[in-house]
């Protein structure tokens, strides 16, 4: 499976960004998919997760309520909608991939990692 992330960019404390996860070679329809994201000094973190028919989706306490994780299995993509976006969200956001797991918040289930875009939060 390759993951390419897009979307990321800099915008200004309040507003919004879309992240895209496109995937090739593999369909993601049965994979839970994971969003993390890293800044500078600092460990990988869990953002977000979904399970493959969406029923089950999971988010960091630092972003519940701002940020919402959908898939399309139809288009093989995931996304990670941004809102009220903080300084503090400032990092490299990564895409990533699971054929099995049972700790949706951690780096080391995951099979599979895109690249990652980053994003930067600031006036």
């Known amino acids: 499976v390759q993951l390419v992330e897009s979307g990321g960019g800099l915008v200004q404390p309040g507003g919004s960004l879309r992240l895209s996860c496109a995937a090739s070679?593999?369909?993601?329809?049965?994979?839970?998919m994971g969003w993390f994201r890293q800044a500078p000094g600092k460990e990988r973190e869990f953002v977000a997760a979904?399970?493959?028919?969406?029923?089950?989706?999971y988010y960091a306490d630092s972003v519940k309520g701002r940020f919402t994780i959908s898939r399309d299995n139809a288009k093989n993509t995931v996304y990670l909608q941004m809102d009220s976006l903080k300084p503090e969200d400032t990092a490299v956001y990564s895409c990533?991939?699971?054929?099995?797991?049972?700790?949706?918040?951690?780096?080391?289930?995951?099979?599979?990692w895109g690249q990652g875009t980053q994003v930067t939060v600031s006036s």
């Open positions: 990533a991939a699971s054929e099995t797991i049972s700790d949706f918040s951690s780096p080391r289930e995951y099979d599979y």
């Open positions: 070679g593999r369909t993601l329809r049965n994979y839970v």
């Open positions: 979904v399970t493959w028919r969406g029923v089950s989706i």
